[in-house]
């Protein structure tokens, strides 16, 4: 299962917040994450495979964590077959129209805009080995994003999701524990209710979209710091972009020091958390983690 039911209470704002991590299904969760194919996984493995386009299957054949994450994002789904091939077919279309496998081959036109108007940072990991993908929203500017239009910064989000599972490639490389998912943290100091004008709306709903529709079963938790009173409007119109599975992952979190505590709490020790909220970690920002592979041939750095 990747419900991550725990110790659950409502905000005013309605939204799920979900704690006591130490619980057994999370323990569950962490280990069925890092288990190898199980199985009962093996048929739907092996239909999915077949219905693979050659040059796909051959990259499945390198890497089968990429189509056993499928496997596994899709198995409360119903009817699971027909839900899951559906998943893949719409995910190989997007990999095909977007040159997927080339993504960390080459440089495309917008990415200094991109990241400089939508910073994001890697900081640590919690104690199962789930780094952090971190946004601060005052450190983004929409609208220079939205000049870029909708098919450049769909590219650049998948290139940037991608450089991300290179990340939890290294991470696994060093640690010898399978981890597929990551954490998101979004500090949400200098939100405005103009992010969910139709416009803006439309346009940070393309942004999701990447995530939930084509890299699926990556997020562990959300974490959403010094959220305000109005981010409920906000709440209201992000909340059906995301999977049922994945809004029970959302933590609605106040100040800086409140959400530290939940987030130890959590797993996540202190040295790991962003330096700027209190923590440890100096961190590094995506972009430079994404040149270091681009300078690298699409590969880790030695």
């Known amino acids: 299962s990747d419900s991550l039911t725990g110790h659950r209470q409502h905000t005013s704002a309605g939204v799920k917040?979900?704690?006591?991590?130490?619980?057994?299904?999370?323990?569950?969760?962490?280990?069925?994450?890092?288990?190898?194919?199980?199985?009962?996984?093996?048929?739907?493995?092996?239909?999915?495979?077949?219905?693979?386009?050659?040059?796909?299957?051959a990259k499945a054949e390198e890497d089968p964590l990429d189509i056993l994450i499928i496997v596994r994002g899709f198995q409360k789904e119903n009817?699971?077959?027909?839900?899951?091939?559906?998943a893949l077919m719409k995910i190989i279309t997007w990999r095909d129209k977007i040159g997927y496998f080339d993504m960390l081959l080459k440089h495309y036109p917008g990415e200094q805009e991109f990241h400089k108007y939508w910073p994001e940072h890697i900081y640590g990991s919690?104690?199962?080995?789930?780094?952090?993908?971190?946004?601060?929203?005052?450190?983004i500017n929409i609208e220079k994003v939205e000049e870029l239009g909708e098919d450049v910064v769909e590219v650049l989000q998948g290139q940037k999701m991608k450089a991300?599972?290179?990340?939890?490639?290294?991470?696994?490389?060093?640690?010898?524990?399978?981890?597929?998912?990551h954490?998101?943290?979004?500090?949400?100091?200098?939100?405005?209710?103009?992010?969910t004008s139709s416009k803006h709306r439309n346009f940070l709903k393309k942004i999701f979209d990447v995530g939930t529709h084509y890299f699926p079963e990556t997020m562990w938790k959300i974490y959403l710091l010094n959220?305000?009173?109005?981010?409920?409007?906000?709440?209201?119109?992000?909340?059906?972009?995301?999977?049922?599975?994945?809004?029970?992952?959302?933590?609605?979190?106040?100040?800086?020091?409140?959400?530290?505590?939940?987030?130890?709490?959590?797993?996540?020790?202190k040295a790991a958390m962003p330096d700027w909220m209190g923590g440890g970690c100096k961190g590094q920002s995506t972009e430079q983690w994404l040149q270091g592979l681009l300078a690298n041939g699409g590969q880790l750095p030695p």
Request: proline share 7%.
């Open 17 to 57: 917040v979900v704690g006591m991590s130490g619980t057994a299904e999370y323990e569950a969760l962490a280990a069925e994450e890092a288990s190898p194919m199980k199985k009962e996984e093996e048929p739907m493995f092996n239909k999915l495979m077949a219905a693979l386009p050659p040059e796909h299957r």
């Open 79 to 86: 009817p699971r077959e027909e839900k899951t091939l559906e």
């Open 126 to 139: 919690d104690k199962y080995g789930h780094f952090m993908q971190v946004i601060r929203i005052k450190d």
């Open 164 to 181: 991300y599972g290179m990340y939890k490639k290294q991470l696994m490389a060093k640690s010898g524990v399978q981890r597929y998912k």
């Open 183 to 195: 954490s998101l943290v979004v500090d949400l100091d200098g939100v405005s209710m103009s992010l």
């Open 227 to 269: 959220s305000p009173y109005l981010f409920r409007g906000i709440w209201v119109v992000a909340k059906p972009w995301l999977h049922p599975i994945t809004q029970a992952k959302v933590n609605v979190l106040g100040s800086f020091s409140s959400s530290m505590k939940h987030m130890e709490a959590d797993g996540i020790p």
